[in-house]
């Protein structure tokens, strides 16, 4: 059974930093690429970075760019966001996701999903 959890969520004042993790357990972290969402309440979940598959190969949003660092650890099997100079508009829920593709370039395709970890930034 595949099982995937996020943590590391937490309230922060702007300009603040945090790390999210994500582990994985019931698949092999490194046979996919991993991907972080974000859903703001009253508004659709959207992709926030891509990391493929060897972590060779990442991918931010430009909301994010600059910001959010995305990395993993396939030994661990573990997944990583690391979110600096943060906003309120950077509020909601995050979530990973692994797609088997193995590489970044669309946010779809994503497989399993986590249950999510809530971040919320004060002004």
Do not use: H
Not at 50 to 62: K, V, W
Not at 69 to 90: E, G, H, W
């Amino acid at each position: 059974q595949v099982q995937m959890v996020e943590s590391g969520g937490a309230l922060v004042q702007a300009g603040g930093s945090l790390k999210l993790s994500c582990t994985a357990s019931g698949l092999t972290l490194g046979e996919y690429a991993m991907a972080w969402f974000r859903q703001a309440p009253g508004k659709e979940r959207e992709g926030v970075a891509c990391i493929s598959r060897s972590g060779e190969s990442t991918y931010e949003a430009n909301s994010v760019y600059g910001r959010f660092f995305i990395s993993r650890d396939n030994a661990k099997n573990t997944l990583y966001l690391q979110m600096n100079s943060l906003k309120p508009d950077d509020t909601g829920t995050y979530y990973c996701a692994a797609n088997p593709v193995g590489l970044c370039g669309s946010w779809l395709g994503y497989d399993y999903w986590g249950q999510g970890t809530q971040v919320t930034v004060s002004s």
